[in-house]
Each structure stands twice: as C-alpha cells, then as structure tokens.
C-alpha cells in the first residue's frame, strides 16, 4: 500500500482532478492524506468537499484553519471575509451533511512513521504528546456542545505552551499551534502575523521544525499551511503547500520513497492581492 500525501486544495478543484489522474494509484489498496484546508478562497470549495468526502477510507483528512473557519461560520461565530468562497457549501441540500463529515476530521493522525498535521508542532512537544492534545480538541468538535468550542475558538492567546492551561484557553493554543502555526521563539511563543517566506522573519523567530532541541525532531511530519515557505522536503518535514491557490503548482508526495508529483494550477486574482487567511483567529 502506498500513500500519497496532498497539499492545500482550498477549493482548487481542477488541479485536484487533475492531480489525481497524474498519480499513479491502486485504488484497491492505497490511499491519499490531505494535509487540511479543503475549503476557501478556491473557486470550487463545495465540490472540493464533496469530492474529498465521496472518497471514503480511501482519503483521510486532518483539519487546517480554512476548515475550521468554515464551521465557525456555518454557526455564526464568525463573518466570511472578503475572498471567501464558503456560501456556496452554506447553501447546498448536503450542508449538514458535509459540515458534520468536516466536524468528524481528526486535527493529527499518526501513522507507519509519518503524523499528518495542518501547520506544525510547538517545540515542546513530541508526535505522541501532540496526537494526545489533539484528541482533546477532536473530542470538543465531535461532542454535543461543538458550538461552545467553536464560539470561544478565535484569539491569538494564550500564545505560548503550559500544561497547566485548563478550558478554553487550552483548547485554543492546542488549535492554534496545530492549524496556525509557522514561525516560533526557541521557548516556543507563536507569532500568527507573519506569512511571508523565511527570509523575512522577524528577529527572535524562527521556522518552528528549525527550533533547536524541537522534541518531535527525527520524527516525519507531513504539513502545510505556508505556502510562501514553498515545498520543503528534508529527513523529517515534508511541508507541502506550494500555492496553489496563488498560482503555484498542487503537490504530492509518496511517501514510501519521496517520490514528488505535481501539477500547475491557475493564479486567482482577489482584491488587494494575497489576503490574510482566516482560521482559528485572525491569521
């Protein structure tokens, strides 16, 4: 069995279709890993899902914060920002359906030597402390009082790691660092306002897989999220969003041997150039 692992789609549908017929799979046996962000900004978001959902245990999706943002505007807890392309998911005969299937994704799963997560992990954390925290939130998103997860989800603080965080505020940071996260101090404070590339990080940051002494180094985390870090492929990061939605390319990586596929996608146009993402907070 082989498993592909696909960067952001956010509602590029095309590429995906056209990714797919690229890659070179045995739908018998093998099965494809969505590093999150399914839904928004794309032309195309309602059937992205759709199609995403129809592939059954033959896909698995861990959630990013354009999800996330979906669900909180399905509930009211949040305004769609200039860009978005959620409504037509909002009115479609399957919502519920589809809303309550994207509620059900995990935030991290873990397997065969690989964790698939959203955007990174704090450097206090190892894979098995972090698919442990994660669980915690899943387990808020899938109980019968979602919404008071989802009302209370936005907000950059607390912005730094502490096992004593109870409630809410642990519920946020774990969200944030899992979907949100690209750039971090070395005693891991999280900084949400910078997107651009590495190069123009601001002092005392760093790329949180390059934090020294990160806990979860020597163990392969497939993410995406950035898509101005681009493809960075090393012995334990395969990050994945190469800007699809900007008129990058959408990749995959198998991950038994790295083998890399990859497909060009169309530039979207929207106002004022490339906007701020939303997710579980304002960035």
Same mark, same amino acid.
């Given at each position: 069995?082989?498993?592909? %692992? ?5 509602g590029?549908?095309s590429?995906?279709e056209?990714l797919?017929?690229?890659?070179p799979?045995?739908w018998?046996?093998d099965?494809l890993w969505f590093?999150?962000d ?5 032309p195309?978001?309602l059937e992205?899902l759709?199609?995403?959902?129809s592939l059954?245990?033959?896909?698995l999706?861990v ?7 979906l ?7 949040a305004r769609?920002h200039?860009?978005d392309t959620?409504n037509?998911?909002?009115q479609?005969?399957d919502r519920? @359906?589809?809303?309550g299937w994207?509620r059900a994704?995990p935030l991290?799963?873990?397997?065969r $030597?690989? %964790?698939l997560?959203?955007?990174g992990?704090l450097?206090q954390?190892t894979?098995s402390?972090?698919?442990?925290? %994660?669980?915690?939130?899943e387990?808020a ?7 008071d997860f989802?009302?209370d989800m936005?907000g950059?603080?607390p912005f730094q790691w502490?096992?004593t965080l ?8 774990i969200t944030?660092?899992l979907?949100r ?8 404070v ?17 790329p949180?897989?390059?934090?020294? $002494?990160?806990?979860?180094? $020597?163990?392969?985390i497939?993410c995406?999220?950035?898509?101005a ?8 990061v395969l990050a994945l ?5 900007w008129? $990058?390319?959408?990749t995959?990586?198998?991950l @038994?041997d790295?083998?890399l596929?990859?497909?060009p996608?169309e530039?979207?146009s929207h ?5 701020a ?5 304002t960035?």
């Amino acid at each position: 069995m082989s498993i592909y %692992a696909i960067g952001d789609l956010q509602g590029c549908l095309s590429p995906l279709e056209a990714l797919l017929e690229r890659l070179p799979l045995d739908w018998q046996h093998d099965r494809l890993w969505f590093v999150g962000d399914l839904v928004n900004r794309g032309p195309q978001s309602l059937e992205t899902l759709r199609l995403v959902k129809s592939l059954g245990p033959r896909a698995l999706t861990v959630l990013g914060n354009h999800d996330l943002h979906l669900l909180c505007v399905a509930e009211g807890y949040a305004r769609n920002h200039e860009g978005d392309t959620l409504n037509p998911i909002l009115q479609a005969p399957d919502r519920d @359906e589809l809303l309550g299937w994207l509620r059900a994704c995990p935030l991290m799963h873990v397997e065969r $030597g690989y %964790a698939l997560v959203h955007a990174g992990l704090l450097p206090q954390w190892t894979v098995s402390r972090a698919l442990a925290l %994660a669980s915690e939130v899943e387990t808020a998103l899938r109980s019968p009082g979602y919404r008071d997860f989802l009302k209370d989800m936005y907000g950059n603080r607390p912005f730094q790691w502490s096992e004593t965080l109870t409630g809410i505020d642990r519920l946020r940071l774990i969200t944030n660092a899992l979907t949100r996260l690209r750039i971090c101090t070395a005693e891991g404070v999280m900084e949400f306002t910078h997107k651009g590339e590495p190069r123009d990080i601001p002092d005392g940051f760093m790329p949180w897989f390059e934090v020294p $002494g990160r806990r979860s180094k $020597g163990e392969a985390i497939v993410c995406g999220h950035w898509s101005a870090l681009g493809l960075h492929l090393d012995s334990d990061v395969l990050a994945l969003d190469t800007g699809c939605l900007w008129g $990058g390319k959408l990749t995959a990586v198998r991950l @038994e041997d790295r083998a890399l596929f990859q497909v060009p996608c169309e530039r979207r146009s929207h106002h004022g150039g490339r906007p701020a993402v939303a997710g579980a907070g304002t960035g």
